[in-house]
């Protein structure tokens, strides 16, 4: 067992480092606060071959490992927190479904738009009466002459307004077996959004109403039956959240140390109060014990999509490693780390809701409780 990074490892984590520190170090502050999708970071990304990190190169991407986009969202994020959500549209989330799943034709028309940086693709699968538990979830798919008509609704999506396209999780049939995706292009009739609200992350949010959407056959990405693979795919999505939270715990982190050495109250630095270096001793633990096991369940992944189990712990020890050291590094700033003039108070929001996104941290523990006692536990009445 090696618990050091490779010479290889290194090398790219510091050249990453570079190309954020002369790209992105200037504008961090304005980049958290923008509403919208930075595009602009997105095509730079593009160009230095950081979407599609993990996308073979035969489907246009860079052919590397799950652990090399980790790294990434690392060494991004210590520079830019905003830019990491890039790192992880362009690497994680549907577009790793899609290079994965998604036929010759999808990746052809679909996939070199979102490698390139020009569209970012939103994954549609919350509804208003299926959240944690996505298998109630009522959209419906009907089969009609070349294709399938939907309707439903989906709830919390991210980048919704942004988006040219939708992984949407469609229901084919009755159960779980009947639940699969497509491709939903944004401006095909039927498709509209609701109110616009804001998000505590900053985002804004629009309900997305889907009436009589016809979807070609040729744009299902799994059909009937599909949902297990649309899991698998989707503990990719986890990993990523996983890593953002704990890099912008370790970003608020870094600032509160600094502060703490800097800071002098009642004539001293305020790292010499034993009441504050507590503090940092317990959420270096935290963080560094929450990292190994989110290197462990990427470095285990390599050779396909990461362990339900490997990633429900990471994600779970991440998010809450994460959110607590933002917590805390905004209460050793003080009044300043609760100003939006500082970066403290958006790492503090946005660690906040990866508690409740992509699996809840109580999901998460009921996922571990199954491997723990060798049986499944339904959730239902
Ligand atoms: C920042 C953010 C980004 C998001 N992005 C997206 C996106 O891009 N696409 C998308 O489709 N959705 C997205 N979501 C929605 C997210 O997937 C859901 O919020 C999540 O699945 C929880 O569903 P819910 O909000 O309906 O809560 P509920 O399912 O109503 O849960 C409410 C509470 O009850 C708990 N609970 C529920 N069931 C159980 C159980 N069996 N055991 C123990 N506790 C339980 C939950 O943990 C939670 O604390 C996002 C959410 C957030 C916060």
Request: glycine content about 10%.
């Amino acid at each position: 067992m090696e618990f050091r990074r490779s010479e290889q490892d290194l090398q790219f984590a510091d050249a990453v480092r570079g190309f954020a520190l002369r790209n992105l170090a200037e504008g961090a502050l304005e980049r958290a606060h923008a509403r919208s999708y930075p595009k602009d970071v997105a095509r730079l990304m593009a160009e230095q071959g950081l979407l599609g990190i993990t996308i073979p190169e035969d489907a246009g991407g860079i052919g590397g490992r799950l652990f090399d986009a980790i790294l990434a969202i690392e060494e991004i994020a210590a520079v830019c927190p905003r830019s990491a959500d890039v790192i992880q549209a362009g690497n994680f989330g549907a577009i790793r479904v899609l290079a994965e799943f998604g036929s010759d034709q999808q990746k052809q028309t679909y996939l070199s738009q979102l490698l390139s940086g020009d569209a970012v693709i939103a994954i549609g699968m919350t509804e208003p009466e299926a959240g944690s538990a996505v298998t109630e979830l009522k959209t419906t798919a009907e089969p009609v002459d070349g294709g399938f008509r939907l309707n439903g609704t989906k709830v919390f999506t991210s980048h919704m307004s942004d988006a040219a396209m939708i992984l949407a999780y469609v229901r084919f049939g009755p159960g779980t077996q009947g639940i699969g995706s497509v491709l939903v292009d944004r401006k095909s009739d039927g498709v509209s959004l609701g109110k616009p609200v804001q998000s505590l992350g900053g985002e804004t949010w629009s309900q997305l109403y889907l009436h009589d959407v016809f979807v070609p056959e040729q744009n299902v990405v799994l059909g009937e039956g599909g949902f297990k693979k649309q899991i698998a795919g989707f503990n990719v999505e986890r990993l990523g959240n996983s890593a953002r939270a704990l890099a912008l715990g370790r970003f608020a982190f870094d600032l509160a140390r600094d502060h703490a050495l800097e800071r002098k109250q009642f004539g001293r630095p305020i790292c010499e109060f034993q009441g504050l270096q507590w503090k940092f001793a317990d959420m270096k633990v935290e963080l560094e014990a929450a990292r190994l096991l989110l290197y462990r369940a990427a470095i285990n992944a390599d050779n396909g999509f990461p362990s339900a189990e490997e990633t429900a712990i990471a994600k779970l020890a991440c998010n809450c490693a994460g959110f607590n050291a933002a917590n805390e590094a905004m209460q050793i700033f003080g009044a300043a780390g609760y100003s939006q003039d500082n970066l403290i108070e958006y790492c503090f929001r946005r660690t906040r809701g990866w508690m409740i996104a992509g699996g809840s941290l109580e999901m998460m523990k009921n996922r571990i409780a199954e491997n723990i006692f060798e049986r499944r536990f339904s959730q239902r009445p």
